[in-house]
């Protein structure tokens, strides 16, 4: 399964990352020598094997559904890159 | 007088307080000397000897008033992927610069209430992602130990800050953080030991999230007992944390008999790598032979998808990270990059550009491919069916063994830039400490012995699930019968 250009930029895009142009290839040659790497898992059959989800096996716990935190809004936009009005500041979203 | 305090042991400093035959804050202050004399190591980000003076000085009082913890006055390194309050937390990356956590994680808050002293924030590896220090934002770290023509060797990754300083003792001990091998690896390559507990021993509350399924924190020291003693301040239920287990932490200093008859050493033959150097091979047989003078037995066994376990991991950890680094938009803290009448997403996007180094860009991207529509289940999902494979391994390896004995890593600490260019070389790397992080078992490097060039190797001992004690205990061991005595030159020292 290589990844072609496109794939990198389309990859790049959804992880938010702006690449530049130079950078598009040897990102993909990196990607690829990678991803051919880890391609021998498939020699592995894992037919009827679950898919791990924990590695020490436990129940997640239940708490009391009651606020246990919070008034800390100093704190809590101390660092902000911007903040106006007691809220984070972001560049205008919608026209 | 000075030297000689840094060069105790965490152990010798409990007592040495204890006895009043030194202070906390004289304590503290030789460790302050020490690392102002050793910036050229670049080991610290941030260093505060005001607040560990503060800090030295309430564990003095602590201590005369009888109510001391039982880390009173030991100044220790935190290194920099661990919040503290009111220093900046950086995970060695331009992204978070400047950020100054207004709380303390859980593991670096336990051992101040123990009474630690802390001397500052070590440097790393960004976002604990390498196995050099070569990809921290803040420069590389050097290893005190040096080549033979007395070149500059990393000091492995990616707690290499912590090692680094633990081993030119200007930090009596550090914490660690390891997702596939981030103690052990460093520890072996400065000739230090390290712990990594079992996964949900130590609450990752506070720490810098890279794969959450893996990362797990521990202590770097220059002895096992002193690994015992931080652990047990460091390990502990944290309801902050949901993977955080609610079991009793054992005193694991106690562990320390030394006593390993009858217990059975797994030997596992798919660790036999070719191309392994003849000394790692030979260093393994001795510590083979160690524990069998010291009445234990050696059997060996099978871990028959030993060779999955880096591939795997280099599917599973990018993936996590691709989410955890999510959180990195400029919007809620750290750096933003906002060009002129940007967008949201040109926000976004020319943030983490700037932000991120270039390991950590390449690690999102793959993770951000394997969990992308369409490969989900042909990467991500495969690699955690590989990985139920590989903890069923070491499962039916201890009904045949008590614990594992393999070698850390598969050479001796290499000069910088030497594998850099390739991220596979470098991965491998980590080809003997990641089956155990895949598997959650806690596991320990402890140093054995040196190369032809003087350089520390190190033994790996991997135990069942929540059996610190015995690898502790094996390790102990080993640490004796090796009398491990090599200590670097303090060439940094003008």
Same mark, same amino acid.
Request: aromatic letters at 8%; one cysteine or more; proline letters at 5%.
């Given at each position: 399964m290589?990844?072609d250009e496109?794939?990198?930029?389309?990859?790049?895009h959804l992880a938010?990352?702006k690449l530049d142009?130079?950078?598009?290839?040897p990102?993909m040659?990196?990607?690829?020598?990678?991803l051919n790497?880890?391609e021998?898992?498939s020699?592995v059959?894992?037919?009827?094997v679950?898919?791990?989800t924990?590695?020490?096996?436990?129940?997640?716990?239940w708490?009391?559904?009651v606020?246990s935190?919070g008034n800390?809004?100093?704190?809590?936009?101390?660092n902000?890159p911007?903040?106006?009005?007691?809220?984070y500041?972001?560049?205008?979203?919608?026209? | 007088?000075?030297?000689?305090?840094?060069?105790?042991?965490?152990a010798?400093?409990?007592?040495g =307080?204890?006895?009043?035959s030194?202070?906390?804050?004289e304590?503290?202050?030789?460790?302050?000397?020490a690392?102002e004399?050793?910036r050229?190591l670049?080991a610290?980000?941030?260093?505060t000897?005001?607040? &560990?003076?503060?800090?030295?000085? &309430?564990?003095?009082?602590?201590i005369?008033?009888?109510?001391a913890?039982?880390? &009173?006055?030991?100044?220790?390194?935190?290194?920099? =992927?661990f919040?503290?309050?009111?220093?900046q937390t950086?995970a060695a990356?331009?992204?978070?610069?400047?950020?100054?956590p207004?709380?303390?994680?859980?593991?670096s808050?336990?051992?101040?209430r123990?009474?630690?002293?802390?001397?500052g924030?070590?440097n790393l590896?960004?976002f604990?992602?390498?196995s050099?220090?070569?990809?921290?934002a803040?420069?590389n770290?050097l290893?005190p130990?040096?080549?033979?023509?007395?070149?500059?060797?990393?000091?492995?990754?990616s707690?290499?800050?912590?090692?680094?300083?633990v081993?030119?003792?200007i930090v009596?001990a550090?914490t660690?953080?390891d997702t596939g091998?981030s103690?052990?690896?460093?520890?072996?390559?400065t000739?230090?030991s390290?712990i990594k507990?079992t996964?949900?021993?130590c609450?990752r509350?506070?720490v810098?999230a890279?794969?959450?399924?893996l990362?797990?924190?521990g202590p770097?020291?220059?002895t096992i007992?002193?690994?015992?003693?931080?652990?047990?301040?460091?390990?502990?239920?944290?309801?902050?944390?949901?993977?955080?287990l609610d079991?009793?932490?054992p005193?694991?200093?106690?562990a320390?008999t030394g006593?390993?008859r009858?217990l059975?050493i797994?030997?596992?033959k798919?660790?036999?790598?070719?191309?392994?150097?003849a000394?790692?091979?030979?260093?393994?047989?001795?510590?083979?032979?160690?524990?069998?003078a010291a009445?234990?037995?050696i059997v060996?066994i099978s871990l028959?998808?030993t060779?999955?376990a880096l591939?795997?991991?280099?599917i599973?950890?990018?993936?996590?990270?691709?989410s955890n680094l999510?959180?990195?938009?400029?919007v809620?803290?750290?750096?933003?990059?906002?060009p002129?009448?940007?967008?949201?997403?040109d926000?976004?996007?020319?943030?983490?550009?700037?932000g991120f180094?270039?390991?950590?860009?390449r690690?999102?991207?793959?993770?951000t491919?394997?969990?992308s529509?369409g490969y989900?289940?042909a990467?991500?999902?495969k690699a955690?069916?590989?990985?139920?494979?590989i903890?069923q391994d070491?499962e039916k390896a201890y009904q045949?063994?008590?614990?594992i =004995?393999?070698p850390?890593?598969p050479?001796a600490a290499?000069?910088?830039?030497?594998?850099?260019?390739?991220?596979?070389?470098m991965? =491998?790397?980590?080809?003997?400490?990641v089956?155990?992080?895949?598997?959650?078992?806690?596991?320990?490097?402890?140093?054995?012995?040196?190369d032809?060039?003087g350089l520390?190797l190190?033994?790996h001992?991997?135990g069942?699930?929540?059996?610190?004690?015995?690898?502790l205990?094996v390790?102990h061991?080993?640490?004796?019968?090796a009398q491990?005595s090599?200590k670097?030159?303090?060439?940094?020292?003008?």
């Amino acid at each position: 399964m290589a990844v072609d250009e496109k794939t990198v930029r389309r990859i790049a895009h959804l992880a938010r990352i702006k690449l530049d142009d130079a950078d598009v290839e040897p990102m993909m040659k990196e990607l690829n020598g990678i991803l051919n790497w880890v391609e021998q898992l498939s020699e592995v059959n894992t037919d009827g094997v679950e898919p791990m989800t924990s590695v020490v096996a436990q129940k997640m716990r239940w708490r009391e559904d009651v606020v246990s935190d919070g008034n800390i809004q100093e704190d809590v936009l101390k660092n902000a890159p911007e903040a106006q009005f007691g809220f984070y500041a972001v560049p205008k979203v919608i026209e | 007088m000075a030297t000689e305090l840094t060069d105790l042991t965490v152990a010798q400093m409990r007592d040495g =307080l204890k006895a009043k035959s030194f202070s906390a804050v004289e304590l503290t202050q030789a460790h302050i000397s020490a690392v102002e004399a050793a910036r050229e190591l670049n080991a610290f980000i941030v260093e505060t000897p005001e607040l &560990a003076l503060e800090q030295a000085k &309430a564990a003095d009082a602590a201590i005369a008033a009888g109510n001391a913890g039982p880390l &009173a006055g030991i100044p220790l390194g935190i290194k920099d =992927l661990f919040a503290t309050k009111g220093v900046q937390t950086t995970a060695a990356s331009k992204i978070l610069e400047g950020f100054v956590p207004t709380y303390e994680s859980t593991v670096s808050g336990n051992l101040l209430r123990d009474g630690a002293v802390t001397l500052g924030k070590l440097n790393l590896d960004q976002f604990a992602m390498g196995s050099s220090n070569e990809t921290s934002a803040f420069g590389n770290v050097l290893n005190p130990y040096r080549g033979p023509n007395g070149e500059h060797l990393v000091p492995g990754g990616s707690s290499g800050g912590s090692s680094s300083a633990v081993a030119a003792r200007i930090v009596a001990a550090a914490t660690g953080t390891d997702t596939g091998g981030s103690i052990r690896q460093p520890a072996a390559f400065t000739g230090i030991s390290g712990i990594k507990p079992t996964y949900g021993r130590c609450s990752r509350w506070g720490v810098v999230a890279f794969a959450s399924s893996l990362d797990q924190a521990g202590p770097m020291a220059r002895t096992i007992e002193d690994c015992a003693i931080l652990l047990k301040s460091m390990c502990g239920f944290d309801p902050k944390d949901s993977t955080s287990l609610d079991l009793p932490v054992p005193d694991f200093e106690k562990a320390l008999t030394g006593d390993v008859r009858g217990l059975k050493i797994g030997i596992p033959k798919e660790y036999r790598v070719d191309g392994m150097p003849a000394e790692i091979e030979k260093l393994w047989q001795q510590g083979m032979d160690w524990l069998k003078a010291a009445g234990a037995e050696i059997v060996e066994i099978s871990l028959p998808h030993t060779k999955y376990a880096l591939p795997t991991y280099y599917i599973v950890a990018p993936a996590e990270a691709s989410s955890n680094l999510a959180r990195y938009d400029g919007v809620r803290y750290g750096q933003r990059v906002a060009p002129e009448n940007a967008s949201l997403i040109d926000m976004y996007e020319a943030t983490r550009a700037a932000g991120f180094g270039h390991e950590v860009k390449r690690r999102i991207m793959i993770g951000t491919y394997v969990l992308s529509a369409g490969y989900y289940d042909a990467y991500y999902v495969k690699a955690q069916r590989l990985r139920t494979l590989i903890a069923q391994d070491f499962e039916k390896a201890y009904q045949q063994c008590d614990v594992i =004995l393999t070698p850390t890593a598969p050479s001796a600490a290499f000069a910088f830039g030497s594998k850099s260019d390739d991220p596979l070389a470098m991965y =491998l790397n980590d080809v003997f400490t990641v089956p155990a992080s895949l598997a959650g078992l806690p596991a320990l490097s402890v140093p054995a012995g040196v190369d032809a060039d003087g350089l520390p190797l190190g033994l790996h001992l991997i135990g069942r699930k929540l059996d610190e004690e015995t690898v502790l205990k094996v390790g102990h061991v080993i640490e004796q019968a090796a009398q491990f005595s090599a200590k670097p030159e303090k060439w940094w020292v003008k």
